[in-house]
């Protein structure tokens, strides 16, 4: 019968390592080189036979119930657990696989579902139930081949920068004075810096541009260093400008005559720059015998030219002012009487707020008279307004004047009107009679039907009210109550040397009073 204890013969204790990684079992023994060795279950060791030392057997002790470990726990031989509790649970090929192997999981318990990593989700958020997250989680494997490369490409790029340094540093080290000149020259920076031989010389930033021009001017202009392209900046803002040698005084320095141009956001008010930042253009001046002429436009295109035109124009023209003032008999709003009115015309110019003479005046219509002068600025004519021109008792007129001044042009304008009046009166008969009209000295003068009038009525008579025609009457009410009207008729009333028609409204019944208010609209 053979010993199942025996495990054989070896060669070495690496070979039986070999052969039983884990150790062996109570009773196991073996032989190395014909040394005999048995396993130490104490010990978890394999022991030459002839050394054991035998010692009491250790305890196996069961508990049914919980352990809890407050403190450290070292476990000297194998951790022998059915499973081990942690978030991590691992993969599964089954929901049902990973059900039967944490069959209560705790909330934030994790695990893959599948065949592969990663793999579809589950996840503990409610105690004793595996839920799908509909994610795909888990560890992937990493590309070390990639990470090699990428670190063996940041090298490469290292070492070449570093490389590029070092020669930029030997390249430094070997820039000469003269170079470090030239590129002072190209920037216009250098104290050599010549605007007829380098591209210009840079003047510096200015905080307004007034500071630039009086730098400009401090400018020696007695040798040909300032004599071709400069610029500087105001604030941030470019500017150019060009010096041009129009003629350069050997014996005498002061007729040294210079052209000068500058381009930028300019405008100008009577041959003084200044920044206007909507508009690039290009303005011009002269060094004569020492002192500068005032500035004036030039290169612009045709565009900017006719831009800024407009807006000096616009700017000269918002300064001139033309009132007028109109009087007559009858006064402007008055009575229309038929007859041929003479109105006269005040009119007064002023240009930016002072009275000035313009180069001519005169009215905008024929049957103005010539304007004569009052006083500086004041000029009066007449307007001949005839009464034929009324229209159903409305006679008015919009003079209008024109006055020219520095090449510009100002009118203004002024309205004249007069009224035939309103008038009432009662008959005894609804039938409208023109000589009655003509009779009735109760009247109103106004430029609308609209309002309440209080008038007097022969008892037991119709009331007539009479507009001329160019009223009309919409309601009659008398405290608040609608007064009936018969149907409008027209009457043509002589006024004057003119005829005037009148719309009549009479009352379709008598009035039983002497006096009533009514309101007309």
Known sequence: MSDLTNLGEYSSLSAVLAAYPEGGKEGDYLYISGTKYRW??????????????????????VFDGDVTVNNNLTVAGELRA?????PNCGLFATLDALTAAYPSPTVGMWAIVGDTIPGPLYRCDTEGVWTATGETGGVDGIDVDTYDQAISDLDTRATALETANTEMKESIASFSDTDASLLKRIMGTDDNSNASTDPFIQLGEFSSLDAAITALEALDYTTSKYAGNFRFTVSGVPYFGTNYVQYYGTDDSSKTHYLQKLEGGLTLTNGVVS??????????????????????????????RNYMTELENADKLSKLKVSLALSANPSNGG??????????????VTYDGTLVDPTSISGGESGFSSFTKQSTGVYVGTYTLSASSHTNGLLSKTLTVTAVYDSMSKS??????????????SLATQTADAASITGWTQESVKSSVAGTYTVAVTTGNYLHICVPAFMAV???????????????QTVAVTVGSTTVNYNVYVTSEQIGVESMTITLS
């Open 335 to 348: 009575e229309f009487a038929g007859s041929d009115i003479t109105i006269t015309v005040t009119a007064t």
């Open 82 to 86: 059915k499973r081990v509790k942690q």
């Open 275 to 304: 920044q206007y930042t909507s508009t690039y253009r290009t303005v011009w001046r002269e060094l004569v015998d020492g002192a500068w002429t005032t500035w004036k436009y030039d290169g612009m295109t045709e565009w900017a």
């Open 40 to 61: 130490n279950k104490y010990d978890l060791i394999w022991e030459n036979a002839a050394t054991v030392t035998e010692s009491n057997a250790r305890e196996n002790k």
């Open 412 to 425: 203004a304008s002024s309205t004249y009107s007069v009224y035939a009046p309103i008038k009432f009166g």
């Open 474 to 488: 919409s309601s009659v009410t008398s405290s608040g109550f609608d007064v009936p009207v018969e149907a409008v």
